[in-house]
Nanobody, 124 residues
Framework: QVQLVESGGGLVQPGGSLRLSCAASGFTVDNFAIGWFRQVPGKERERFSCISSTESSPSYASSVKGRFTISRDSAQNTVFLQMSSLKPEDTAVYYC?????????????????WGQGTQVTVSS
């Protein structure tokens, strides 16, 4: 069964760090683009980072560039998101999704679609 499961969220103080995991099953993450998305209640889900199946550099939204790092561990079939220098405005539910490529509309996700995500709360 094709699955993506996000984990690693929690409560962290401003300036702190978290590492989120996106564990895949039923497909190989090396063969697809994986995007990270986040959503705040009342707002649209936004893609802020994406890692391609090619050797191209990962992409980041300006809001997270320099603070977040996306990576892929082939052996674990898992995509990670290292978040540092966290800010209260980073508070959101974080999701990962399988994409054909990192180019194009961010809402064109592949199976399994959206999961439950993992909550990240940045607050003192």
């Amino acid at each position: 069964q094709v699955q993506l499961v996000e984990s690693g969220g929690g409560l962290v103080q401003p300036g702190g760090s978290l590492r989120l995991s996106c564990a895949a099953s039923g497909f190989t993450v090396d063969n697809f683009a994986i995007g990270w998305f986040r959503q705040v209640p009342g707002k649209e889900r936004e893609r802020f980072s994406c890692i391609s199946s090619t050797e191209s550099s990962p992409s980041y939204a300006s809001s997270v560039k320099g603070r977040f790092t996306i990576s892929r561990d082939s052996a674990q079939n898992t995509v990670f998101l290292q978040m540092s220098s966290l800010k209260p405005e980073d508070t959101a539910v974080y999701y990962c999704a399988r994409l054909v490529t990192c180019i194009g509309p961010s809402n064109l996700i592949l199976a399994p679609g959206w999961g439950q995500g993992t909550q990240v709360t940045v607050s003192s």
